[in-house]
């Protein structure tokens, strides 16, 4: 198993497995051009974050998106881990774990304070999984307003 940082060639699958997560989560079915130019800003914009891939044997095997945010208390940036998807034949199998280790050690590297990553509350197999990688319950709930999706980019 390894991981790598992702590249435009990824965004097939990295489109496919956002929307299969969003389907998996929270039976929500994503706009596939509205997703594409999503993942694909993240590549033409690479202060927006960026993806890990995970691979095993050499096939594409999951992914997260690693994004930033200013925390004024610390003096430092929090990295959020977004958009985890392990495909259904590696999961149970160390995947998520590797791509975790990997993002924490690039997180520490650049000087980050800490991880962040939110999680469907019924989801108890998720959170069970960060829990034992040492991950702890915040004391926050995440509230939103969606404004809904922004013109398409010329």
């Not at 000087?111 to 040492?134: C, D, I, K």
């Amino acid at each position: 198993m390894s991981v790598r940082l992702a590249t435009a060639a990824d965004i097939p699958n990295l489109c496919a497995w956002n929307a299969a997560m969003a389907w998996e989560t929270e039976h929500k079915l994503l706009d596939p051009e509205c997703l594409r130019r999503g993942v694909a800003g993240v590549f033409a914009e690479p202060g927006r974050g960026l993806y890990l891939v995970a691979e095993v044997d050499g096939e594409p095997a999951g992914c997260l998106m690693l994004t930033h945010e200013w925390s004024d208390w610390r003096g430092g940036p929090f990295w959020w881990i977004q958009s985890v998807y392990v495909v259904a034949s590696a999961r149970r199998r160390g995947v998520f774990r590797e791509l975790y280790r990997a993002a924490e050690q690039r997180a520490r590297e650049a000087g980050a304070v800490g991880l962040r990553l939110y999680v469907e509350t019924e989801n108890t197999t998720a959170q069970a999984t960060y829990a034992g990688l040492g991950m702890q319950r915040c004391h926050y709930a995440m509230y939103e307003t969606e404004f809904g999706h922004p013109a398409a980019e010329p």
